[in-house]
């Protein structure tokens, strides 16, 4: 495979030199990328380039094994390792929000979790855009459309993996990312699961029904016939590579989108090129377009907004500051970023099995990979995290508690809207409408404040020499529906210098009441019937040693260990502009006549889950919009050219 690859750079060479046209141009070859760019290559007549940083890496033991998540080169030189600034809510630590740097994305390191969030959640998507094409009905298409599911076997359905057909893409000819269910399974899961139940959690016939807030065994985005992970490279390159319509480069980092001098009227700017590095060159390439091709960001929340405001679109401020001499104001570019923040509760065990030996144990874990190489079985046939609930309010809040929390979340609204929106009265008034139909979520029990979920090993914040040689389990307890909205943006003109990113964790009350309380609830999981029978005593928060109360002590306890989760969005949100969005519901820049994005940045409210499958869900439907606009512009061209033969 890699052999092609460098011929492809060969021929881009050629391909740029003679000036041959490109329809669309895409800046980053990701999970939202890769998608929407592989479908609109399905037509014969349309030429479509992807951009690319990082290398092609599915042939890395790391990537296709779904037991070595993170290990090798997953955490190293395929991860962008982005640097939040000091965090003034987690005492001034600077936090790593990871994106995958090779081309497939973050799917090609990623942990495979592949549930969805709640509808009401995508609901609100409709609703602040007053557009019921971005709802949960009329958005299962395309995550169906997305996917090719292999219904769970015998031994997966005996430890508890389930589905709904209907929610589900089963047509091999149409799906691409392949889904299904791991090969190995701890007791501890089950037991976790019954605990669950017992303490009030729904049983989830299928935790992508749209009502993930219950308790059930999550699918993966694993290939069911090999038990390898299946990466957006894996469902939306590989089977496309040969075709001549569809070209991609890798090691290829743009660095900005080059504007035609005719632009910037009442039609907007028109991009009419895209700048990009080879990497070890110093001379930049740039790839020229014409008026009517597009190109389409899709670097991911942290990536898109860069090369925007590198190409001098963005809050002008901002941008002058940071040595770019701006061509378009547009304010709000880069704000409204909001991540998950991780957590984990931590106790001794005395289970029979657990996943620590082969933290700890090499010639155990070189058994273990032999098995899966052999067998497709054992500890490396899965990645952790496999049993996992949304955690509805009820759960972890009594009446009053609530009550007293979203009274307090009405009457500051407009504080923190306004503290949240960089002096940006339009964003001001967006977050206003996302708080307040978060309120309303709440009211509703269907916020979906958290996710927990069970690791039978050692899953938290110490290092293997700083922690007791022991036995573990651990839930992890996850910020999810965050109120807290930050920003990411450049403070340089250089495309190798990493932007600025400030995802404002914990900077709203109501998330900081929300994961105290969730660590609360998986303590006492760990001490409930049937759980508490492996039980051997916390290990991590511990006991409190603080003269505050419990609540404080856990406070401080995760000031200092919370982790980002790796799902930043929302920084190009798709917004109306007179409440601070970046693109429209069809995905273009506002201000822009022939710029789209298609990635996570574009999720104008945060969804609680692992959002892959929702970045599937948005490149699938975007592709969409593009075809029928692309149909509707050649209908027009064609009704143009006929009209004066009429006359
Ligand atoms: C460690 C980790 C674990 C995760 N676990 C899960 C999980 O278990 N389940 C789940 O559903 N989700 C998980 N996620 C989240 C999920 O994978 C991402 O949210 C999703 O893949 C993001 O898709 P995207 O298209 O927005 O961006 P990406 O897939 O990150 O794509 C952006 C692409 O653009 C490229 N790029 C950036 N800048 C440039 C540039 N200037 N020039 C050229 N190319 C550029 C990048 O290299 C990358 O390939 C995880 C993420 C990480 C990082
Ligand atoms: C991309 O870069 C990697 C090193 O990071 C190298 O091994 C690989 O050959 C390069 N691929 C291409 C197509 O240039
Ligand atoms: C993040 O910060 C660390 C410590 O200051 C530094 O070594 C590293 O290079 C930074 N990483 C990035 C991608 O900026
Ligand atoms: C964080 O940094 C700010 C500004 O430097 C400082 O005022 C504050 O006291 C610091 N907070 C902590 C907990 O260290
Ligand atoms: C919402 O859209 C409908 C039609 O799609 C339109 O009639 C209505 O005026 C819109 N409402 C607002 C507040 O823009
Ligand atoms: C797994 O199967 C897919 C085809 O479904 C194939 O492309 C891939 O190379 C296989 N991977 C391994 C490691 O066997
Ligand atoms: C090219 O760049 C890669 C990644 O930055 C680096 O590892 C490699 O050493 C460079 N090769 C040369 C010949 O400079
Ligand atoms: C941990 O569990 C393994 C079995 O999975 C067992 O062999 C080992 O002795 C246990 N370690 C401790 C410290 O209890
Ligand atoms: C190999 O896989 C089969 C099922 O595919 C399973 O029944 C068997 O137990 C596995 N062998 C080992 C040694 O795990
Ligand atoms: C909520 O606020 C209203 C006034 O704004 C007050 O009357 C009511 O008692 C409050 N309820 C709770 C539970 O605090
Ligand atoms: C632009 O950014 C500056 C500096 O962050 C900020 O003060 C200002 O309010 C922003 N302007 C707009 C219109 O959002
Ligand atoms: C409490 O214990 C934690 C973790 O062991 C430690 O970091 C902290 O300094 C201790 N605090 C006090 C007040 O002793
Ligand atoms: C626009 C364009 O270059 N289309 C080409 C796509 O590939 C087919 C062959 O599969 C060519 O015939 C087209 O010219």
Redo the contacts with the bound molecule.
């Keep these: 495979m890699m052999p092609s690859l460098t011929s492809v750079v060969a021929f881009l060479f050629y391909l740029t030199q003679t000036s041959l046209g490109y329809d669309y141009v895409f800046i980053g070859g990701g999970t939202g990328g890769l998608t929407a760019a592989s479908r609109l290559a399905e037509n014969r007549n349309v030429n479509v380039l992807v951009l690319e940083a990082g290398p092609y890496a599915e042939d890395l033991p790391e990537v296709f094994i779904p037991g070595l998540f993170g290990k090798g080169r997953a955490f190293t030189d395929l991860d962008w390792k982005y640097n939040t600034t000091a965090q003034g809510q987690m005492n001034n630590r600077t936090l790593i929000v990871r994106a995958g740097r090779a081309l497939g994305g973050s799917s090609t390191i990623n942990g495979m979790i592949f549930p969805r969030a709640p509808e009401e959640q995508y609901d609100v998507w409709g609703t602040l855009n007053n557009d019921s094409s971005w709802t949960w009905n009329a958005l299962l298409p395309f995550f169906k459309k997305s996917e090719i599911f292999t219904p769970p076997n015998e031994f997966q359905a005996s430890n508890g993996a389930q589905y709904l057909p209907e929610f589900h893409g089963l047509d091999p000819r149409v799906g691409r990312v392949k889904v299904g269910f791991p090969n190995f399974f701890f007791p501890q899961s089950e037991l976790w699961e019954k605990t669950a139940l017992h303490l009030g959690f729904r049983a989830s016939p299928d935790l992508t029904n749209g009502e993930p807030d219950a308790v059930g065994v999550s699918p993966n985005s694993i290939d069911a016939a090999n038990n390898t992970r299946c990466s957006a490279a894996c469902a939306y390159y590989t089977p496309l590579k040969d075709k001549p319509n569809f070209t991609v480069i890798t090691n290829a980092t743009v660095s900005r989108i080059i504007w035609s001098s005719a632009g910037n009227g009442s039609s907007g700017l028109i991009a009419s090129g895209v700048e990009y590095f080879l990497q070890n060159q110093t001379e930049p390439i740039v790839v020229n377009i014409g008026p009517q091709s597009e190109v389409i960001l899709s670097a991911g929340t942290i990536g898109s907004p860069k090369v925007l405001e590198l190409s001098g679109v963005g809050n002008s401020t901002i941008l002058k500051a940071a040595g770019v001499e701006p061509v378009l104001d547009h304010a709000t570019v880069g704000e409204n970023l909001a991540d998950h923040l991780h957590s984990w509760v931590t106790a001794f065990t005395n289970a029979s099995v657990t996943g620590d030996p082969i933290l700890q144990d090499p010639i155990f874990a070189q058994q273990q990979l032999d098995l899966w190489f052999k067998n497709r079985t054992g500890f490396y046939s899965g990645a952790s995290g496999k049993t996992l609930a949304i955690v509805p309010p009820s759960l972890i809040f009594t009446d009053s508690e609530l009550k007293r929390l979203l009274n307090e979340t009405s009457a500051d609204l407009l504080r923190f809207a306004r503290e949240f929106s960089n002096g940006n009265k339009n964003l001001a008034k967006g977050i206003e409408a996302q708080h307040k139909l978060a309120l309303k979520l709440y009211e509703a029990d269907k916020a979906g404040p958290l996710e927990m979920n069970l690791s039978p090993f050692y899953n938290g914040p110490k290092p293997l020499d700083q922690r007791p040689r022991s036995n573990f389990t651990s839930i992890a307890v996850v910020l999810y529906a965050p109120l807290s909205r930050g920003r990411s943006h450049i403070n340089s003109p250089n495309p190798f210098t990493p932007p600025l990113v400030d995802p404002a964790y914990w900077s709203h009350p109501l998330d900081v009441a929300a994961h105290v309380a969730g660590i609360k609830l998986a303590r006492k999981m760990m001490q409930s019937p049937p759980l508490s029978s492996i039980y051997g005593g916390e290990f991590e928060p511990?006991s409190n040693?603080?003269?505050g109360d419990e609540d404080t002590f856990i406070k401080d306890f995760l000031k200092?260990v919370a982790g980002g989760d790796n799902h930043p969005v929302g920084t190009m949100a798709m917004l109306p502009r007179d409440l601070g969005g970046v693109v429209d519901t069809d995905l273009k820049v506002y201000g822009i006549r022939n710029v789209r994005v298609v990635d996570a940045s574009i999720i104008p409210f945060p969804v609680s889950a692992h959002i892959s499958s929702t970045v599937y869900m948005i490149g699938e439907r975007a592709a969409d919009i593009i075809k029928h606009d692309l149909q509707r512009s050649r209908n027009e061209q064609s009704i143009a050219l006929d009209s004066p033969l009429k006359l």
Aim: proline share 0%; glycine share 40%.
């Design positions: 511990g040693n603080s003269t200092g």
